[in-house]
């Protein structure tokens, strides 16, 4: 479909609105705001939460797109805004919105203005962003805690977060890395997944200090460990630390950890991307601790 059809279908999709739509319980429902200047102030201002500023400064952080968006409303965040270029979308979810949330119809080209993506699927959400506690918050019964030591980039956190949603990870804990878990990068990479994780943040020291008083053994991947993951017997409470893409773990955390394993491969190549370092970790926590011998 052109721009100009989007456009026109988007006009008298708002004199249906106008009318008033009707929610599969039969009552009308708030009908959404039409929007097609991409100067418009809420515009600008969604548009703008692409950028670590304004979301520090608003404490809001976008949600792009109709998986992650699904997923997020699933999910206890504080929603506020809805923006899509698909009316259908609002009646779609209507029993998750309540009525304090602001619902955006807008044109091709305003979404565009606000989107991440390069193929926009004409969703979005504005949610306000939660302030994340100190590593001494962590429940007592927390599972598998996941501490990334250092990590900077948001990528590779997403795509992390997505392997550990798969295999039951609940908690995360950030140490010293200037990682932004709102980045829409991370909810990208997660698809959306990084919403369901509890996120913690702490030094280092803290964290084995929590860690080692909720009873759990910290096991730290270092490619100059001598023992390989597979022999490593996982006890049913173990925090996997990771580290930063290119310096790996922390000086703290290489000597204090209470076991050190490292990733089979051959010698010619000596690491892996952090993300696919996760994975193969996080599995054989899982096939450890979930799968039948």
Known sequence: MSRCSIEQALTETALNARAGLQCLEGTPMKPP????????????????LKHAKARRESQQFLVEGMHEVAVALDTQMEIQCIASVHDSVFSRWESQISDAVETLLVSASVFEKMSVRQHPDGVLMVCRQPTLPPVDSLPKEA???LVLDGLEKPGNHGAILRTAAAFGVN?????DGQI?????????????????????????????????????????ASPSATVELHELKLPA????????????VSAFWEQHAAQRFRIAMIDAVDSLNVSVSASIVLYEVFKQQKLPD
């Open 33 to 48: 705001l039409l929007i097609q200047s991409r100067s418009n102030a809420r515009i600008q201002h969604i548009a703008a």
């Open 143 to 145: 599972g598998t805690v």
């Open 171 to 175: 908690a995360v804990v950030l140490n």
């Open 180 to 220: 932004d878990p709102f980045h829409p990068n991370v909810i990208r990479n997660s698809r959306g997944h990084s919403l369901r994780i509890s996120h913690y943040r702490g030094s280092a020291e803290t964290t084995r200090a929590v860690l080692e008083a909720r009873g759990y053994t910290t096991c730290v």
């Open 237 to 248: 409470r173990c925090a996997i630390i990771l580290g930063a893409e290119h310096e790996g």
